[in-house]
């Protein structure tokens, strides 16, 4: 039973507009969401990460956004770049240093 | 500064044999963590270890498989014998102790068992 879902496999996108990369969770005593980028024959590379405390955080042209009641929190990207192309990884964690539970990812394709 | 190293980057081998990756956490960090990614299951964790002790192995598959930390710099992951259904590619990550820290991940190894 997956805990962390991805429901869209692929995404595709025209360079220079808003990416919105979604993801559902099920498991309420997550509080720690973290999305990673990877490109072929690499590993997964952090982005940015959110605490359940908040329901914001923005880094550059990645903000992401939380919402707690629903579940559910997404990873906006503004402007796309080409460099962008990745899969996007959700994962989240419980209270402490637990391990990460990983969605299936979605794959970001950034159109020029 | 280094991140994390995994060796060997590919590996391919016949069924039966044993198979050893190795892992380089980063330096100063203090818990490791293998995963394997498919296509039909993602990133999966197999393990995690904590100040070099295993702490959770319930997602290792079978007896098959085996990981060790004998210090702060490295680790191993081990299946003997090898089967086709273990190909995959497998990831090492390592993060800081205390709260919530992202993990750094490794290029990882992709392994392939005829």
């Known amino acids: 039973d997956q805990q962390v879902k991805q429901n869209s496999p692929s995404l595709s996108v025209q360079e220079g507009r808003i990416s919105i990369l979604n993801c559902d969770y099920t498991?309420?005593?997550?509080?720690?969401f973290l999305w990673y980028k990877k490109y072929p024959a690499e590993g997964p590379t952090f982005l940015i990460s959110?605490?359940?405390?908040?329901d914001k955080n923005e880094d550059g042209r990645f903000t992401v956004f939380l919402n707690k009641s629903a579940k559910h929190l997404s990873l906006h990207i503004v402007p796309s770049q080409p460099g962008d192309s990745a899969v996007y990884f959700c994962?989240?964690?419980?209270?402490?240093?637990?391990?990460?539970?990983f969605g299936k990812g979605t794959r970001l394709s950034v159109i020029a | 500064d280094a991140g994390v190293i995994q060796s060997p980057r590919h590996e391919v081998t016949e069924m039966g044999q044993e198979v050893t990756l190795r892992c380089k956490p980063i330096?100063?960090?203090?818990?490791l963590f293998w995963y394997r990614q498919t296509m039909m299951r993602g990133l999966e964790l197999l393990i995690y270890?904590?100040?070099?002790?295993?702490?959770?192995d319930s997602g290792m598959p079978e007896d098959r498989f085996s990981a060790k930390m004998p210090n702060a710099s490295f680790s191993t992951l081990k299946i003997q014998p090898s089967e086709p259904r273990d190909s995959a590619v497998y990831f090492c990550?390592?993060?800081?102790?205390?709260?919530?820290?992202?993990?750094?991940f490794g290029d990882g190894t992709r392994l392939s068992i005829l």
């Open positions: 994962a989240a964690s419980g209270s402490g240093n637990t391990p990460l539970v």
């Open positions: 498991n309420s005593m997550f509080d720690y």
């Open positions: 270890f904590n100040n070099n002790v295993p702490i959770d």
């Open positions: 990550a390592s993060s800081l102790d205390g709260g919530h820290q992202p993990q750094h």
């Open positions: 330096s100063g960090h203090n818990s």
């Open positions: 959110i605490s359940s405390i908040k």
